[in-house]
């Protein structure tokens, strides 16, 4: 995948706005898309002076799709609990 090149792939033109974050069409996640492109030659500003981008990906069932990524929600491995060394003495 070629997430952070400045030239668009070609798909992104028919891409849609999922008002969830995955596919509008199957309702997969993000992590199943086979493609994924970040336009951040173009961030947009919120009230709070906060950057989001507009993540689009290409679904394996064909759907092209975009979201922002100030929707994006919290990830999955920022939940982990990390043992320190004295857990396991």
Same mark, same amino acid.
């Given at each position: 995948m070629e997430?952070?090149?400045s030239t668009p792939p070609a798909w992104t033109e028919k891409?849609?706005? @999922?008002?969830?974050?995955s596919c509008p069409t199957c309702h997969s996640s993000p992590m199943k898309a086979k493609s994924v492109w970040i336009n951040r030659? @173009?961030?947009v500003y919120t009230q709070e002076n906060r950057r989001k981008w507009q993540e689009f990906y290409h679904c394996h069932c064909g759907c092209a799709w975009w @979201?922002? /990524?100030a929707d994006r929600p919290? /990830?999955?491995l920022g939940e982990r609990i990390y043992l320190s060394q004295e857990d396991f003495l």
């Open positions: 997430a952070f090149t891409a849609i706005h @999922a008002r969830e974050f030659r @173009a961030p @979201a922002w /990524s919290p /990830s999955e």
